[in-house]
């Protein structure tokens, strides 16, 4: 069974930069995509970036585009998300997310879900 664990959230101003994590246990995390979302409250989740088994291919939503960076190890099992000039409307909970085999980071076939980070930004 795939574990996913998320940190490095935290209260952070505009304009500051944050690194999350996420941990994977599973065997096939270097074979999977992986993804992150977000939820602020009141809002459905929504897709942040993804990264594709490889490290060759990354995707971002509009919103994050220049400001975001999503990177992966797979000696580690460990997916980062680079955030930098952080706005308060970045504020949300982050998932990490990984999918199954063979599907890639626009899709909706996940295998796993991480338990989420708070990220707040203040203005």
């Known amino acids: 069974q795939v574990q996913l664990v998320e940190s490095g959230g935290g209260l952070v101003q505009a304009g500051a930069s944050l690194r999350l994590s996420c941990v994977a246990s599973?065997?096939?995390?270097?074979?999977?995509?992986m993804g992150w979302f977000r939820q602020a409250p009141g809002k459905e989740r929504e897709f942040v970036a993804g990264?594709?088994?490889?490290?060759?291919?990354?995707g971002y939503a509009d919103s994050v585009k220049g400001r975001f960076t999503i990177s992966r190890d797979n000696a580690k099992k460990t997916v980062y998300l680079q955030m930098n000039s952080l706005k308060p409307e970045d504020t949300a909970v982050y998932y990490c997310?990984?999918?199954?085999?063979?599907?890639?980071?626009?899709?909706?076939?996940?295998?796993?879900w991480g338990q989420g980070t708070q990220v707040t930004v203040s203005s």
């Open positions: 990264i594709a088994w490889s490290g060759g291919s990354t």
């Open positions: 599973g065997r096939t995390f270097s074979i999977d995509a």
């Open positions: 997310a990984q999918y199954n085999i063979g599907s890639n980071y626009y899709s909706s076939n996940f295998r796993a």
